[in-house]
C-alpha cells in the first residue's frame, strides 16, 4: 500500500539532495508534491523528473513573506489542501570561528534556517487545519542537538529549529497536526562537500576520511536514507508521534 497515497507534500529546498529525494519517495508512495526552491530552472528540471503529472514547482525565497505565503496559496489552489509539509530548507553558511565569523553570513543563515522555517509555519499550519491536519516534518541537524566548532551560526540555527519545533507540536496538537525534526549529519550532499572545502581547502578527502572516521557505520548517509525517515514521520505509520527530535547519523548521537 501506497504510503502517501492521495496527500498533498509540499517540501521547501525541493531541488536539493534531501528535498528531492523526498520528493521522488513522497511521489512514488502515493502524493503529490509541490517543490519550493529558489531557482526555477532546478525546479523545472526536478518537476520533469517527478512527472508532471504528480509534481508542481513553485520559486520562492523562504525569508520572504509574501513569497510563502504565495507559495502556500498555490498549493492549496493546486489541490485544495496541504497534508504534508516538509519544512527542509536550508543552507550551511562559512565555516570560521565566532570572533571571525561575518555578520552578514550570520545573519543569512539565520534568516533561511529559522525565519524561513518560521514563516513555512506560519503559513501552513492555518492551510493543514483547515484540512483536517496532517504532519510538519522540519530538517534540523544532529548540530541542532549538540556543539561543533567553527559553525556556530549553522549550529545556532539548527538548535533553534527544535525549539521552534517543540512549541508547533504543542499549539498544534488540537489541530490534529504533528510536527517533528529529523536531525541529519553527515549526508552526501553538496552541503557537506561545501563545509569539508571549508574545514580544509583543497584538503577535502582527508577531512572527508576524517568525518567518516567518526561515524560509527564509517561512512556518509545517503539523502534516500533520509527521504525514508521522512516519509515515516509525514505517513500515518507515526500517528502518535509529535514534538521529538530524530537523528539520522550513523550512530554519532551514541557517542
Do not use: W
Not at 156 to 175: I, N, P, R
Not at 179 to 190: F, L, M, Q, Y
Not at 198 to 227: N, S
Amino acid at each position: 500500500m501506497q504510503r502517501l497515497n492521495n496527500k498533498v507534500a509540499v517540501i521547501t529546498g525541493g531541488t536539493g539532495g534531501i528535498g528531492l529525494a523526498s520528493a521522488k519517495l513522497f511521489a512514488a508512495e502515493g502524493a503529490q508534491v509541490v517543490l519550493v526552491d529558489l531557482d526555477q530552472a532546478a525546479l523545472d528540471r526536478a518537476v520533469a523528473e517527478i512527472g508532471a503529472e504528480r509534481a508542481m514547482g513553485v520559486a520562492a525565497d523562504v525569508t520572504d513573506p509574501a513569497q510563502v505565503e504565495a507559495y502556500v496559496q498555490a498549493a492549496a489552489a493546486r489541490h485544495g489542501r496541504i497534508d504534508v509539509f516538509f519544512n527542509n530548507a536550508g543552507i550551511e553558511g562559512a565555516v570560521g570561528r565566532i570572533t571571525d565569523y561575518p555578520v552578514e553570513v550570520f545573519d543569512k543563515v539565520m534568516a533561511v534556517n529559522v525565519r524561513g522555517v518560521f514563516l513555512g509555519l506560519k503559513y501552513v499550519i492555518p492551510v493543514m487545519a483547515k484540512g483536517g491536519g496532517g504532519s510538519i516534518v522540519i530538517t534540523s541537524s544532529l548540530g541542532g542537538l549538540r556543539g561543533v566548532p567553527k559553525l556556530g551560526a549553522y549550529i545556532a540555527s539548527k538548535h533553534a529549529v527544535v525549539g521552534l519545533m517543540k512549541s508547533a507540536a504543542l499549539e498544534c496538537a488540537s489541530l490534529n497536526i504533528r510536527v517533528n525534526t529529523i536531525n541529519p549529519s553527515p549526508i552526501a550532499t553538496r552541503m557537506i562537500e561545501s563545509l569539508e572545502a571549508g574545514y580544509a581547502p583543497g584538503a577535502t578527502d582527508i577531512v572527508r576520511k576524517k568525518m567518516e572516521a567518526a561515524v560509527p557505520l564509517r561512512r556518509y548517509g545517503q539523502p534516500q536514507e533520509v527521504a525514508q525517515l521522512a516519509l515515516f514521520l509525514a505517513s500515518d505509520e507515526s500517528a502518535y508521534i509529535t514534538g521529538n527530535s530524530y537523528p539520522i547519523d550513523g550512530g554519532m548521537s551514541a557517542a
